[in-house]
């Protein structure tokens, strides 16, 4: 093995490790690598044709500009949990997280755009931050963990908006209602901030030093912390980040929506965590990339999308599909895992 | 070799100055003193061995050194400085380096990834710059001899090349010290010859390396000097070339040569009757890096001790016969026919029963009684469409617990708040309760008390004289010496002699441990005058 004649070429092309394209493995292993990182590609693509063909209304500026701002959201909210699966983790506090950012960015919109910005973010943070300290320093599950954080926004959620009676609004004069409201070349404000935070998050997990640290602490945890990698604060870093995310996509929903609304959010954990694992990252750790969690979020909508339209069909059925596919993908992976070690 | 970009810019010290020395180093466990006021000292320029047997301290010891554990008390002097790391990257910054014997690399990140985790060099963004990444890398590992695409993920490298990526991560971040845990334990000869190349370049450069190593080849081949650690102390340090391989031996295991010593110290009687066909015949059994076509045969009612010392071969040659290890060629018969390898349950069917080494990790189930420990094993047999037959796990439990003479409040009790003796017994009870024709037992006395040892020592002769076969690991020779009918020493993985009958003594078992591997007969000190040979494959 040592003398492995594989000629190093093609160096420039890097991205995460899963986009490295093993130069000389064989076939079916860049076959396996091929189908973990763009198998959701290609049935998004699948499904987009077919829904096209099926239904006219499908490809209207109209309908793709609805999917894509009420992805967007979600996808925020993914995107923060992708790091937080990849360090082999989980968020299960992000639903509730989510709602409570929406209420608190209505409730601060009337003292103005930056508390309404800053509140959110600060509250929702310092949840992800405490969630992050009980799981790297007290060494805790993260299940349980976040399933308890998850409680505690809920509660608070209820308390400030006396048990979900009231109902914040944001003035539709208020330059905040604008974020979620104003469009750029016919696409909504949401959807480009979300795209720019995609590419600043994509930017980050592949090519700084924190996130070669995420890839090692989920990868090999005990490695990593030999190789001197900072796990405790990586960990800490990922929960916070994932709790800002959350926060954020609330707040922006909250514009959107022009009013804090509660009951959104319930089970948006678990629509992001199928929309990363659905993406190609591993649910294990150690493996996964930002685009695929964008490409997972836009699958489950227009999953949504195509159930609304054929309107015959309870909505209640979207979620059977949805659930369908994410065992799917799961089967695929471990199958694809355990080629890959046998090859 | 590339100069990492934030590496430490000492100079390298002088040929023979310390470069790490510790003081009456202590560290302990609950329940364990594992460094007891240890003193041991590297110097740059020199390979120095670490060796002992399990528990004697080393791995210990290194994880002082490199930050993984503080110690109680002592001093760590390093480079002249006296210095405490608090967390690995500590010590790696400073300029110790760590290869595991495991490898400690993140299988899913490219090898170029794993090189460089934490001192990426970085561009004026302070974006990670992969170009000059992978040309350093790939650089780095041309140095040891090896040409891999190091954008491949690790894991698609064999274990060599893995190993090879991890010792190139540890001389590129421009390292003072050196520390090398079993590096060559899953290597080929042909990467050994490679890393003994590049341990000599550290060398001649000024580097202190720490070489742990239980291959006596390898550590009179390239180490200088030595420190034996027994026990958590230091029983020996010094010139390797001043200490013949019997004596280094006799060190690590605690044993002197021609000790005088009362007999019947264990409650082992002796010599069993053994007669008639073997139970057990493990044929020519091999396992990459671990087993060499290893051959052992056990009759009814009798007591093959494995001797060697820690890594030869003992556990693995156990776990293969019963299942646990998928053996790459060779066979296992038991009373004539051939059992199905690498399958448990197969092992088990034919009357298999492994004592596992570690009861904690492989076998006791703390929270469960007594009596669900001694049944779990038995219970497909004891059930009838499904149902557990509770009437007649009594019975078992019951004869077991008297046979055994196990000691608990009542069969309800938790195993986990039996004492280790007992808790051993228990898992004695669980694989009796198979009807097994062969036991293998994996130090069945590690770690319990010197009255339930004799009890349980006691118990396997008893065994034995109602016609078991038994395969006995122990690292406590004057258990396996007086145990034993038989003992087959095991060396690197290859069966290198065969004591029998009046052969059996400690002198003749350490001579046989001692002596250089059948290919390099005759250079070494202490070649062993009495034991039978069989030629190992390797």
């Known amino acids: ?343 | 070799m590339t100069a990492a970009p934030d590496a430490p810019g000492q100079p390298p010290p002088a040929q023979g100055t310390p470069a790490l020395a510790v003081t009456s180093l202590t560290k302990s466990f609950p329940g364990a003193l594992a460094l007891d006021e240890v003193d041991f000292e590297a110097r740059a320029g020199e390979v120095h061995a670490l060796i002992g047997e399990n528990g004697a301290g080393k791995s210990t010891l290194i994880k002082v050194l490199t930050g993984v554990y503080q110690a109680d008390a002592g001093r760590v002097r390093f480079l002249g400085d006296e210095v405490r790391f608090g967390t690995p990257l500590e010590a790696q910054d400073a300029g110790i380096s760590t290869i595991y014997q495991e490898v400690n690399l993140v299988p899913l990140m490219s090898v170029a990834r794993n090189l460089f985790l934490g001192r990426e060099p970085r561009n004026r963004f302070g974006l990670i710059d992969f170009r000059a990444m992978h040309l350093a890398a790939d650089e780095a590992l041309r140095d040891l001899g090896v040409r891999v695409d190091v954008t491949r993920p690790l894991r698609t490298l064999g274990v060599g090349a893995q190993q090879m990526v991890a010792l190139a991560r540890a001389v590129s971040v421009d390292a003072r010290v050196v520390i090398m845990d079993e590096p060559t334990s899953s290597l080929e000869p042909r990467e050994v010859a490679t890393l003994f190349g590049v341990i000599r370049m550290l060398r001649d450069r000024g580097i202190a390396v720490i070489y742990v190593s239980h291959r006596l080849e390898e550590l009179y081949e390239i180490c200088d000097s030595v420190t034996v650690l027994r026990d958590g102390r230091v029983v020996h340090t010094g010139r390797i070339a001043d200490l013949d391989r019997l004596r280094l031996v006799s060190l690590m295991l605690g044993r002197e040569m021609g000790q005088v010593r009362e007999e019947g110290l264990t409650k082992f009687s002796g010599d069993h009757a053994a007669a008639g066909e073997p139970v057990l015949q493990a044929e020519e059994l091999t396992l990459s890096h671990m087993l060499h076509a290893v051959s052992v045969e056990v009759r009814p009612g009798e007591v093959v001790g494995l001797g060697g010392l820690l890594g030869s071969g003992r556990s693995e040659t156990a776990k293969a016969i019963a299942g646990a290890l998928p053996p790459e060629s060779g066979r296992v018969l038991v009373a004539g026919s051939e059992v199905r390898t690498g399958s448990t349950p197969a092992a088990i069917r034919a009357g298999i029963s492994l004592l596992p080494e570690d009861r904690k990790a492989e076998g006791i189930v703390p929270g469960l009684s007594v009596r669900e420990n001694i049944a779990l094993a038995a219970l497909p047999g004891l059930s009838r469409f499904g149902l557990v037959d509770e009437s007649r796990i009594d019975r078992i439990v019951d004869t077991f617990m008297e046979r055994l003479r196990i000691k608990a409040s009542s069969p309800h009790q938790k195993v986990g708040e039996l004492s280790g003796g007992n808790q051993q017994k228990v898992l004695l009870a669980r694989w009796l309760a198979m009807q097994p024709k062969v036991l293998l037992l994996d130090e069945p006395t590690r770690g319990i008390d010197v009255g339930a040892k004799a009890e349980v020592q006691k118990l396997i002769d008893e065994l034995a004289e109602d016609g078991l076969g038994v395969l006995l690991i122990s690292s406590d020779m004057e258990e396996l010496v007086e145990g034993s009918d038989r003992v087959v020493v095991l060396k690197d993985g290859a069966v290198t002699a065969e004591l029998t009958g009046d052969q059996v003594t400690e002198d003749l078992l350490m001579q046989a441990i001692a002596a250089p591997l059948p290919a390099d007969a005759g250079d070494g000190a202490g070649t062993p005058p009495g034991p039978r040979k069989e030629a190992g494959d390797d």
Not at chain 1, 83 to 101: K, P
Not at chain 1, 252 to 278: D, H, P, Q, R, Y
């Open chain 1, 1 to 343: 093995m040592t003398t492995d004649t594989t000629e190093p070429a093609a160096r420039e092309k890097d991205a995460s490790p899963g986009a490295e394209q093993p130069q000389g493995a064989t076939r079916s292993e860049r076959l396996t690598s091929l189908a973990q990182q763009h198998g959701a590609l290609v049935a998004l693509l699948v499904m987009v044709l077919v829904a096209s063909l099926s239904f006219d209304s499908f490809l209207t500026g109209d309908n793709l500009e609805n999917m894509a701002v009420s992805s967007a959201f979600l996808a925020v909210v993914a995107l923060g949990m992708t790091f937080v699966i990849i360090t082999g983790g989980i968020d299960l506090s992000v639903g509730y997280v989510f709602a409570l950012g929406g209420v608190l960015a209505a409730w601060g919109s009337q003292y103005g755009t930056l508390v309404a910005l800053i509140l959110p973010l600060a509250v929702c943070g310092l949840i992800g931050l405490v969630n992050g300290l009980l799981i790297a320093r007290a060494r805790l599950a993260p299940f349980i963990v976040t399933l308890a954080a998850m409680l505690l926004a809920r509660g608070v959620l209820l308390s400030v908006t006396d048990e979900g009676s009231t109902t914040y609004l944001v003035d539709k004069d208020a330059f905040f209602a604008r974020l979620g409201q104003e469009k750029l070349l016919g696409i909504g404000l949401p959807v480009w901030i979300t795209v720019a935070l995609f590419g600043l998050g994509a930017l980050v997990l592949r090519r700084s030093r924190f996130g070669q640290y995420v890839y090692a602490v989920g990868g090999n945890e005990d490695a990593a912390a030999l190789m001197g990698a900072p796990v405790a604060r990586t960990k800490i870093a990922v929960y916070t980040l994932s709790g800002l995310c959350a926060g954020l996509a609330g707040a922006l929903n909250a514009a959107w929506l022009m009013s804090g609304v509660t009951i959104l959010g319930t089970g948006m954990e678990l629509e992001a965590i199928s929309a990363v694992v659905i993406g190609g990252t591993l649910l294990t750790g150690g493996f996964g990339f930002i685009s695929g969690s964008l490409v997972g979020v836009l699958l489950l909508k227009v999953i949504q999308n195509v159930i609304n339209q054929i309107g015959s069909l309870d909505s209640a059925y979207q979620q059977v599909v949805s659930g369908a596919f994410l065992a799917l993908v799961v089967i695929a992976q471990t199958w694809l895992g355990r080629r890959r070690r046998m090859l």
